[in-house]
Structure formats: C-alpha cells, structure tokens
C-alpha cells in the first residue's frame, strides 16, 4: 500500500503522521483540506493540501504560495497569531488534477 499518490483527494493523502511536532498524531487523511481553527491545536488551523501547478499560478493563493506543488501542510494562526500562514511541503512533485474537478476544489487552493 503506497503512503500516498499524486490525485488531489482525501485518499490520496500522505498515510503518516504529518503534524507530529505539534503534538497531533493526525494523517493527511484526517487533515485534509481543514480549514477550522482549533480542531486539532487550540489557536492554529492546520490542514492538508494537494497543490498543483495552476493552484500556485492563481493570483488570491499568493499570500500561502507553498514553494512546490505537491501535499503541503497549511498553519493559521488565530487570536493573537491571526494572518500568520506558515506552509510546509511535506511530499514535492507533480500533484495531478483534483479527482473531481469544482466539486473537489479546497478553500485554500481552489482551481478557479
């Protein structure tokens, strides 16, 4: 069984532990494309994204541009860190099409 593919999709997301640092033993599974603040570390939102090549390129991503496209894990502040994004690439590569294209786009990364 593969530890993750290259498909824009809940299945497809790294199978570890990828916020370990932060005390949550979470998957890309669980995390993926959370947006809500405090679900898993009080005062951040942390989630999981596939990013591909036209995601990055689209003008309204470019205050959480990850440097390359692939899962990259996505920290927001709230409270007192509110604005502060901190993105993290956690497998680089060619991330392909979302599985579903407009009904499978995430908040963060949308195609359009």
Known sequence: MPLF????AN???P???VASGLGVSANGL??????QASAFVPGLSIGVFGVSKEEISLANNAT???AHTGWVLVKQGTGSRTGRIQTEVLVA???SADAAPG?????LYANT
């Open 5 to 8: 593919s290259m498909t824009d």
């Open 11 to 13: 299945t497809g997301a």
């Open 15 to 17: 199978k570890i532990a």
């Open 30 to 35: 669980t995390l993926y494309a959370n947006t």
């Open 64 to 66: 959480k541009k990850p």
């Open 93 to 95: 590569g060619g991330m």
């Open 103 to 107: 009904a499978n786009d995430n908040i």
